[in-house]
């Protein structure tokens, strides 16, 4: 068993252990992504909507050529791509104008999380894995939330602003798809007994509790005018006209 992270450390080639490091081929990785498609499709009867990987391996630069061969032999054309929009830097200025009208308290409870020495990492090796996406026709949302709204930064304040940032990017760009398409990733549910520290922390039931409050999702239906849908409602050939 390599352990939560193992697979990245084999797949890029580092290790955070004293112990060796056991490279993965491509063949491995492909006979890995082969076996799991097969095994949903024959469990559930249908293709996978989209394809992506758990701590987002998929955008190691080892794993996504072959995950661009194995979605296109599949005919599965949505992915993942884990890279939000930053929030607005502070200045001197601001800083000193928003400590005037809001307490040490509020600030705290409201600020983005800041990402991790790991999800940097994946967020630098977002732009290349996305040009081989894009190149054999694998598409992905126009925006992506959650890096910064995990566990207790997931409130509603941070996910409407978050919303709202990517909604106010698309308008200023060109895109592939209108209206704009935003995955929301979020890992609602409840302290578990085992398995990591995430697992066994109360963070999941704090994202649940976030995600099941009709004040939320009003604003987003009302407000912001956001339909929440599945990856099988983007993901679905168009209908016929």
């Not at 661009?68 to 930053?86: E, F, L």
């Amino acid at each position: 068993m390599r352990g939560k992270f193992g697979f990245w450390e084999a797949a890029i080639g580092t290790s955070s252990t004293a112990s060796s490091v056991v490279a993965v081929s491509e063949t491995e990785i492909e006979n890995e992504l082969r076996a799991q498609i097969d095994w949903f499709i024959a469990s559930v009867g249908v293709r996978p909507s989209h394809i992506d990987g758990h701590n987002h391996i998929h955008v190691i630069p080892s794993v996504v050529s072959v995950m661009c061969k194995v979605m296109r032999h599949y005919q599965i054309g949505w992915t993942r791509m884990p890279k939000d929009i930053p929030p607005p830097l502070i200045t001197n200025a601001t800083a000193t104008a928003a400590a005037a009208t809001a307490t040490a308290t509020a600030t705290a409870t409201t600020a983005p999380a800041p990402l991790s020495d790991f999800l940097q990492r994946v967020v630098l090796y977002c732009p290349k894995a996305a040009e081989l996406f894009i190149s054999n026709g694998i598409r992905f949302s126009d925006a992506f939330i959650g890096l910064r709204t995990m566990g207790v930064a997931c409130t509603s304040d941070q996910l409407i602003a978050q919303i709202k940032r990517s909604l106010t990017a698309h308008t200023h760009s060109h895109s592939h798809s209108s209206p704009p398409v935003i995955e929301v990733m979020v890992h609602p549910g409840y302290a578990s007994a085992g398995g990591d520290e995430f697992s066994r922390s109360s963070d999941r039931h704090t994202e649940l509790t976030t995600l099941t409050q009709s004040e939320l999702r009003q604003t987003l239906t009302d407000s912001l005018k956001v339909l929440p849908v599945s990856f099988h409602f983007v993901s679905a050939p168009p209908p016929n006209t």
